[in-house]
């Protein structure tokens, strides 16, 4: 299960361990709550999004190391 807090929204859902952030958000989140970049019909390359603060690509990184801890 991964939990993630998503423009102030907590979203939780299951994911398998391979699956990159920006699948993640578009398979999870609701479709009107999806950011712009995730509204298109696949993904940009560069999706760009803030994650704690610091610039992180989406489309690189794991969903399960996202989530909240603690």
Same mark, same amino acid.
């Given at each position: 299960?991964?939990?993630?807090?998503?423009?102030?929204?907590?979203?939780?859902?299951? $994911?398998?361990?391979?699956?990159?952030?920006?699948?993640?958000?578009?398979?999870?989140?609701?479709?009107?709550?999806?950011?712009?970049?995730?509204?298109?019909?696949?993904?940009?390359?560069?999706?760009?999004?803030?994650?704690?603060?610091?610039? $992180?690509r989406?489309?690189?990184?794991?969903?399960? $190391?996202?989530?909240?801890?603690?």
């Amino acid at each position: 299960m991964i939990a993630l807090i998503v423009n102030g929204a907590r979203v939780n859902a299951s $994911a398998e361990p391979r699956t990159h952030l920006a699948e993640f958000l578009r398979d999870s989140l609701q479709p009107d709550r999806h950011p712009s970049w995730l509204r298109a019909r696949g993904v940009r390359e560069h999706a760009r999004l803030l994650l704690d603060d610091m610039p $992180a690509r989406s489309c690189i990184i794991y969903a399960v $190391a996202c989530t909240e801890r603690g």
